[in-house]
């Protein structure tokens, strides 16, 4: 009976010491966020993987309309496949940016739309655009970076990092980056992200955030691959997950605000950081 008494005596104490290591670590998104009350939201963002092989675009739709984001930006779209999903997002959206297999849509006027893309396979891509909002303007970013299967999706994952950063060197004024990451919150990735800018969902979210499902139809999420970052120009009001539609991600909604005019934004530091890790 004592041996007995002792093992289940450690099994306590390692769930104990396992309970407050989970709380030190993630305590921002166990707790309700404070609210942000002096900003009206001025600007609604989704980000959203409808997934490449479905076949019911009716829910996919259904989601979008729920939420009604000013910008929608999507990954895995390839029109010839889910042209009714094309449709009806462009219908909604009087001004959008198609790529091969993404799309930007937006309620306001895009200007200045630029593409790349890393080799010639499904992900490693992104796009970024401008957008002015009430005399403010802002640059949108979509991604979609490769899967971490293996060494060499590692490897490209990081090349995909690369060419991000090498972007965002260049972007002047305030910016959201958008997309499925295909990494966890525990990445290399993410550390360079989150280096230089905000995690929205991190900074007013609830709860774990996790967005990829292998068994959606379980109605529950296991990984958190799908992010909206933003400069510290604008600032979160409101972050949330959707719900799966049809496809295996859920959507990621943020409402931001910001304040008054900003500044020069400078992420050079970023190809830095990036440059020393270790592959």
């Known amino acids: 009976p004592f ?15 396992c309970g407050i290591l989970f709380g030190v670590f993630y305590n921002p998104l166990i707790l309700p966020p404070s609210p942000v009350s002096e900003l009206e939201p001025r600007l609604t963002v989704m980000t959203y993987n409808i997934h490449l092989t ?3 675009p009716e829910p996919l739709i259904n989601v ?22 094309a449709r009806a997002f462009s219908a909604e959206y009087p001004y959008f940016e198609l ?8 309620r306001y006027p895009l200007r200045d739309c630029w593409q790349w ?25 979509d991604v979609h970076l490769h899967p971490v299967n293996g ?13 991000l950063v090498n972007e965002l060197a260049g972007v002047v004024g ?17 550390t360079i992200m989150s280096s230089h800018l905000e995690d929205a969902f991190w900074e007013r979210g609830w709860g774990m955030g996790f967005t990829l499902a292998r068994r959606p139809e379980l109605g529950f999420a296991m990984l958190r691959f799908d992010y909206v970052f933003h400069s510290p120009e604008l600032i979160a009001l ?42």
């Open 151 to 163: 060494m060499q999706g590692l490897e490209a994952n990081r090349q995909d990092m690369q060419m």
């Open 64 to 85: 979008v309309r729920a939420y009604q984001p000013d910008v929608l930006t999507v990954q895995e779209l390839y029109p010839d496949r889910m042209a009714a999903v």
């Open 174 to 190: 305030p910016v959201i980056v958008t997309g499925d990451f295909n990494f966890t919150s525990q990445s290399d990735g993410y």
């Open 117 to 141: 893309r890393n080799g010639m396979q499904l992900n490693g891509w992104g796009m970024g655009c401008q957008i002015a909002i009430d005399g403010q303007s802002l640059t949108i970013i």
């Open 3 to 17: 041996a007995l008494w002792r093992r289940w005596y450690d099994v306590i104490g390692l769930a104990g010491v």
């Open 54 to 56: 479905n076949r019911k």
């Open 238 to 279: 409101n972050a949330k997950t959707g719900e799966f539609g049809s496809s295996d991600h859920r959507p990621v909604i943020v409402q931001f605000g910001w304040y008054g005019q900003t500044d020069h934004l400078s992420l050079q530091r970023a190809s830095h950081s990036y440059a020393s890790i270790k592959r």
């Open 99 to 106: 790529g091969q297999g993404f799309g930007l849509y937006s």
